[in-house]
């Protein structure tokens, strides 16, 4: 499942002898030769969509899955499952790197990071979310997966660049750790998507309605994405 933030760029060539995918980090191209009508060229595309946005996210997720640093550790908020909350960093000699949540989230460090201090606040919390989310998303597929038997082979949480979920050929279901910074009605319904993709391998009608028939008023999550994915992709990417 992509992101608003990726794009599909088509390019027609005179030199090109057949139609074609070509897939770069970040940007997925469909080459049309000469003759080729509008009809034909996206019927090729929806065939082969499924590889080449798998093939996308091989590429991208290539680069360290640790999220990058910036000022995250002097920011006073965080969003967290769709609200922005407190976060507080204590730092005293000896602590052990400690992330805990109630109405705050809390980490703990020790003293004397200096320069490092975004750098392991950061990466102290990417790695509670994983933890954390990985059992939140195996509840939400445990949920919806019965009803038309669409079980995951595995459940993987990860950094992703472009993209808020995937469910690769072998039904190994992917998802962006940020979306534990969304609502959950949102993070149910990336769920939802890449489970219904065990069973429909593109974003056809048929694909839709399986979405529909688990998650009726899946639009009002999917707008949700639209409207505030990339902000949050761009805060924490």
Not at 200 to 227: C, G, I, Q, T
Request: hydrophobic letters at 45%; one cysteine or more.
């Amino acid at each position: 499942m992509k992101s608003t933030t990726d794009a599909i760029q088509i390019r027609r060539s005179a030199k090109a002898k057949r139609l074609r995918l070509a897939v770069k980090p970040g940007l997925i191209e469909l080459v049309i030769p000469r003759g080729i009508g509008e009809s034909q060229a996206m019927a090729f595309l929806d065939k082969h969509r499924f590889w080449a946005e798998g093939k996308l996210l091989e590429l991208n997720d290539r680069a360290s899955r640790i999220p990058p640093v910036g000022n995250f550790a002097s920011s006073p908020t965080l969003p967290w499952r769709g609200k922005e909350v407190p976060l507080i960093i204590r730092e005293a000699p000896g602590l052990r790197v400690r992330v805990a949540l109630d109405e705050a989230v809390h980490i703990a460090l020790p003293e004397g990071l200096g320069e490092a201090r975004d750098e392991v606040a950061l990466r102290a919390f990417y790695a509670w979310v994983r933890r954390w989310l990985c059992g939140q998303v195996a509840v939400l597929a445990e949920r919806h997966a019965p009803r038309c038997k669409l079980r995951p082979r595995e459940i993987r949480v990860k950094r992703m660049k472009t993209r808020w979920g995937s469910c690769g050929p072998r039904n190994d279901m992917n998802i962006n750790w940020l979306l534990a910074l969304a609502p959950e009605s949102v993070l149910e319904y990336v769920v939802v998507h890449e489970l219904c993709h065990v069973s429909e391998r593109n974003h056809s009608p048929a694909f839709w309605s399986l979405v529909a028939m688990h998650l009726p008023n899946y639009a009002e999550e999917k707008r949700w994405l639209k409207l505030h994915g990339a902000e949050l992709m761009r805060r924490f990417n």
